[in-house]
């Protein structure tokens, strides 16, 4: 699809039924969450950050049955469809599927089309791709996760598969904002464990990019292996520095002060016991 600047976005449509890769499931979404993604994503890309968008929301016929909140009260609701957007749908999970696999021969083949397609300063022909292509990905990725943090937002399923090659917002399932600060805030009820609350979501970037680096490491040379994971190592850096960026702007601080970051954390601190 080709909208009139000559960008090229990817169609696809949530909740029109199973796929090869539902799980099981009957691939089918509710009216409520389907309006929930519309409204959000929407609200992502006014706020300024990566993600992907809605074009449209029709109503189904069919009936679904939820159990909303895991509580084994399954209810009848309505279905809908979302025709959502994006550069690309290519996830972590989609290269690390075929690593897993032994389709090495098929996951180079998407490595180059994905860099080709949608990561036009690297070279196809350079011997570094590989390498280039995870460094880029590894700071967009801390860069994303800093602005959802700068404006509370809370993805509730952040495993490999719903964190996006191009490093933006995808799969708006379970998600939420927090209306108070609280880094234990967690939007997905089925999330006994905490594993993907808020604060905690930068660690959990860091180990989704440590399965892409496994996924790559077959066709990196034992040079390329280890800067890639020098890379990695810098990622906490990375979202360090733009998490301050982001939060000195909100607050008006100007220039650089080696306390910026203390104050910061202060403030956090002091809205938590508010």
């Known amino acids: ?57 029709v109503v189904s016929d069919d009936d679904v049955w939820r159990d909303q909140f895991y509580n084994g009260n399954i209810k009848k609701e309505r279905g809908a469809i979302v025709l959502r957007l994006a550069k690309s749908w290519f996830r972590i999970g989609s290269l690390e599927i075929l690593a897993h696999s032994g389709e090495l021969d098929l996951l180079r083949r998407l490595l180059d089309f994905v860099i080709q397609e949608h990561f036009p300063s690297i070279a196809m022909n350079g011997s570094n791709r590989y390498l280039e292509f995870f460094s880029t990905v590894v700071s967009e990725t801390a860069n994303l996760i800093a602005l959802w943090m700068s404006v509370g937002f809370a993805h509730g399923v952040c495993n490999t598969d719903n964190f996006s090659l191009l490093s933006i917002t995808i799969d708006y399932g379970p998600f939420g904002f927090m209306d108070s600060y609280d880094p234990n805030f967690v939007p997905n009820t089925s999330d006994d464990e905490r594993r993907y609350k808020i604060g905690n979501q930068a660690n959990v970037g860091l180990f989704n990019l440590s399965k892409l680096l496994q996924a790559l490491k077959p066709l990196l040379d034992p040079r390329q292996k280890q800067l890639a994971s020098q890379i990695l190592e810098g990622y906490g850096e990375h979202y360090s520095r733009r998490f301050t960026e982001l939060f000195k702007t909100k607050l008006g601080l100007l220039g650089e002060n080696e306390n910026d970051s203390y104050l910061i954390a202060f403030l956090l601190k002091v809205s938590l016991l508010c």
């Open 1 to 57: 699809y080709f909208c009139r600047h000559g960008e090229r976005w990817e169609l696809q449509l949530k909740g029109s039924g199973k796929t090869p890769y539902s799980r099981n499931g009957d691939g089918r979404a509710v009216l409520r969450s389907s309006v929930r993604e519309f409204l959000c994503s929407e609200a992502m890309h006014c706020l300024g950050i990566p993600t992907s968008r809605a074009a449209s929301l």
